[in-house]
């Protein structure tokens, strides 16, 4: 069983629509949590950063993390078809600077 | 400002050839590191330097693969006598320090091995 899961889709919604993707963990030394955005032939790049427990927020972006539950959530608002990529989630024990346990990542299709 | 670059792009081996893969971090960056995307999955974790010290290899899957920043900035992925399985993409990211700090990665090399 991989340390990291998540469902790897594809998840098609209609433009406007709220997205919600999720992973879960099994190691509870993991401290801080990210989501990145991956588009075609392109390196991931970062959209959320959260340490341990609680919401972010940023523009049509929620994170959540519930440590208790080994769950975290992505929302997206009011999507866009240039929403239309590859999220992953990723984890580390020690911070950013350490090495990242990565999702499967989810494919994301936004339709007009 | 420049971000992450590798090269080359794309690069093609016949099966027992040696590749050697580039990567250029953001100037400044003390911490490198290097990923292994697999098609249809998330990057894995092969290696971690800060500066030119290599920290962890705990993720090479074997010792064909060996990687190097002598200077402490450009770093080099090695991967001797290539097999089908390390058909991939390889990313390489970097930070500014270490612990709580985002990488950023770069384009990826896809490595096709015939």
């Known amino acids: 069983q991989k340390e990291v899961e998540q469902d790897p889709g594809p998840l098609s919604v209609p433009e406007g629509a709220i997205v919600s993707l999720n992973c879960t963990y099994s190691n509870s030394a993991f401290q801080y949590f990210m989501w990145y955005r991956q588009y075609s032939r392109k390196g991931p790049e970062l959209l959320m950063y959260?340490?341990?427990?609680g919401n972010k927020e940023d523009g049509r972006f929620t994170a959540q993390v519930d440590k208790s539950s080994k769950y975290i959530s992505l929302f997206i608002r009011d999507s866009q078809p240039s929403d239309s990529a590859t999220y992953l989630c990723?984890?580390?024990?020690?911070?950013?600077?350490?090495?990242?346990?990565f999702g499967t990542g989810t494919q994301l299709k936004v339709e007009l | 400002g420049a971000g992450v670059s590798q090269s080359p792009r794309y690069k093609v081996a016949k099966r027992g050839q040696d590749v050697a893969l580039r990567c250029d971090p953001i100037?400044?960056?003390?911490?490198l590191f290097w990923y292994q995307q697999a098609l249809g999955q998330g990057p894995e974790f092969l290696t971690y330097?800060?500066?030119?010290?290599?920290?962890?290899k705990s993720g090479l899957p074997s010792d064909r693969f060996f990687a190097e920043r002598p200077e402490g900035s450009v770093s080099t992925l090695k991967i001797q006598r290539t097999q089908q399985e390390d058909s991939a993409v390889y990313l390489c990211a970097s930070s500014l320090l270490g612990a709580g700090d985002t990488q950023y990665f770069g384009p990826g090399t896809r490595l096709t091995v015939l």
């Open positions: 100037s400044g960056h003390v911490s």
């Open positions: 330097f800060q500066n030119e010290a290599q920290l962890d």
């Open positions: 990723a984890m580390s024990a020690t911070g950013g600077g350490n090495k990242l346990t």
């Open positions: 959260t340490y341990s427990s």
